[in-house]
């Protein structure tokens, strides 16, 4: 009995623990968007801008817009012919592996690290729409 006891703190004491873990988990997946701005203009920018096409297409409204169909950009033809929206999910996927997500890509830049890629997220989705 006395053995029964003393153990059950020590598992609630693993389970408060591990809720304490999937609460940090949740932090980071929603992503911080100051912290994004941050590395957009660090990795993004030398190719895309929130208003303006470039190298890359305007990124202002990029969250629920069609894939490949930001207005006066020229897509390849892997980005054009694509079905489906921007998705944070879809963004996570195409910001991890551009070519495993959409073969024929021209965007040859991937960004390794999930707290990385749910910032910009983050801040993408702040950016609003086009105008």
């Known amino acids: 009995m006395g053995r029964g006891i003393l153990q059950f ?14 609460g940090l988990g949740a932090a980071l997946a ?3 968007a100051e912290r994004g701005q941050a590395l957009y ?5 030398a190719c895309h801008s929130i208003r303006y096409n470039g190298q890359g297409p305007a990124h202002a409204g990029v969250v629920g817009r ?8 020229d ?20 910001l991890t592996d551009p070519e495993r997500f959409l073969p024929g890509q021209r965007m040859n830049v991937s960004i390794e690290d999930a707290r990385d890629r749910a910032d910009l ?3 993408l989705k702040s950016q609003g729409t086009r105008e």
């Open 41 to 45: 203009k660090e990795r993004c920018s």
């Open 121 to 123: 997220i983050e801040f």
């Open 9 to 22: 703190p020590v598992v609630l004491r693993a389970g408060v623990a591990g809720l304490g873990l999937l």
């Open 66 to 73: 069609a894939i490949g169909r930001a207005p006066g950009f």
């Open 75 to 94: 897509y390849s033809p892997a980005l054009r012919t694509a079905q489906g929206m921007w998705t944070e999910e879809n963004l996570d996927r195409w």
């Open 30 to 32: 929603a992503g911080d």
